[in-house]
Each structure stands twice: as C-alpha cells, then as structure tokens.
C-alpha cells in the first residue's frame, strides 16, 4: 500500500513563476516528513524536516508546510536552477526504512 | 568536513555475476542505508545498517546482502546479477535525527 503519494509527476515553470509541490502521506503516528532535493544521476539532497501539524521551514525559494494528511513544497519566483526532482520521506516504521515519494520532476526554464 | 562517500562511481557486470558496492559514511554517523534506484523509479529501501548490525532490510531477495565494518563504513553485496538490478545504488548515513545524508550513488550496469 502507498504510504507516500506526491504530485504532480512533473511540472514546467518559467522563471518566476511561483508553484506549489503536494506530498499526502498516510501513516499514523508520524515522526517526521522529509523533502530532498535531487538533481540527475546524484544522491537526494537533504532540504528540510517537518515534524508537526502547522509547522513551516524555509530555505532561498523553497518553503515548505505540513498539515495532517499531506505537505507542500512552495517554489517562489523561482530560477533555472530550482530545477530537479524534489522528493518527500516519511518514516513509517520508524527510522531506517524511510519511504520515498516516487518525487515530482520540476523544470524551470528562463 | 566530508561527505558520504561511494566507490566505485559506475560498475559494469555481466549476468550471474557478483558486485560489491562501497560506502563511507560521515565522521561520526554510526548508521548506514543503502537504498535502489532503478531508472524512472523512486528510491527503494535496501538495508539499514547501525553499530555494526544490520537493523532492517527491504523487501528484496537474500542476494542483495551486505554489512558494516567496525569503522562504520559498509559494503553492499549483490550475487547472482540479474537485468534488473540494473540501477543506482545510493548510501546515505545519519545521525539518530532523522535526516539521510546521501552520497552520489554507485550505477550498477548489469548485460
């Protein structure tokens, strides 16, 4: 069963033009949701952690949120070089076997 | 400070073959994960590794094995090569807070 869910699949922006990433998760008794930044043929890139309900993190152009069920990844204005595959992570069982969202490929054109 | 490191970048292997994938984690990280990632797929959980133990492991067949050395440092060991093990193989290490630290991944070709 899908605990991590992300949409968009893909998204093309222009330069500047602000969007929003969804990430649902259906596990309980969450203990962190995770965004990772991936660029192509390398390792995610570690962005931000979330840990309640409410809670918002902010990094440059990124921000993201959380809320009960689910957690968006907001790019503002952003730039060529936003572009990546951004990942969210929950750890359903605890730590050690993170499930990863199958990430939403953002292109950012000038 | 260094980062997670992973050795050898690409490796090319033909079927029934062995690989051995290697990666160092960051000073001081005690845990080890090692996770695939097959083209066009997300990242699947391999193994867990923490003080030399191995925690957890995904849902994959008892060829993909590997362990944890008394530096922290780990292998990853794949027999019997198969196409579609094919991948990425990404390590990434932690501290107990939660957040991976990946290296840049191994490409693992297999014909």
């Known amino acids: 069963e899908d605990q991590v869910t992300q949409s968009p699949e893909a998204l093309r922006l222009q330069e500047g033009e602000s969007s929003s990433l969804n990430c649902s998760y259906t596990?309980?008794?969450?203990?962190?949701l995770f965004w990772y930044r991936q660029d192509p043929g390398k390792g995610p890139e570690f962005l931000f952690t979330?840990?309640?309900a409410g809670e918002e993190k902010e990094k440059e152009r990124l921000k993201a949120t959380l809320t009960k069920k689910e957690s968006f990844l907001h790019i503002t204005a952003p730039k060529p070089e936003d572009s990546a595959t951004y990942l969210c992570a929950v750890p359903p069982y605890g730590w050690g076997k993170f499930q990863f969202g199958a990430g939403t490929q953002v292109v950012v054109t000038p | 400070e260094a980062g997670v490191t992973q050795s050898p970048t690409h490796l090319i292997k033909t079927r029934g073959q062995q690989a051995t994938l290697r990666c160092s984690p960051i000073?001081?990280?005690?845990?080890v994960y090692w996770y695939q990632q097959a083209l066009g797929l997300g990242l699947q959980f391999l193994l867990w590794y923490d003080e030399g133990e191995e925690r957890n492991r995904g849902n994959f067949p008892p060829r993909f094995s590997g362990r944890q050395f008394p530096n922290y440092s780990s292998e990853l060991n794949v027999n019997a090569l198969e196409l579609e093990d094919s991948a990425l193989y990404l390590c990434?290490?932690?501290?107990?807070?939660?957040?991976?630290?990946f290296g840049e991944g191994s490409r693992l070709t297999v014909l």
């Open positions: 990434a290490s932690s501290e107990d807070t939660g957040e991976l630290f």
């Open positions: 000073s001081g990280h005690t845990s």
């Open positions: 596990v309980s008794g969450l203990r962190g």
């Open positions: 979330l840990y309640s």
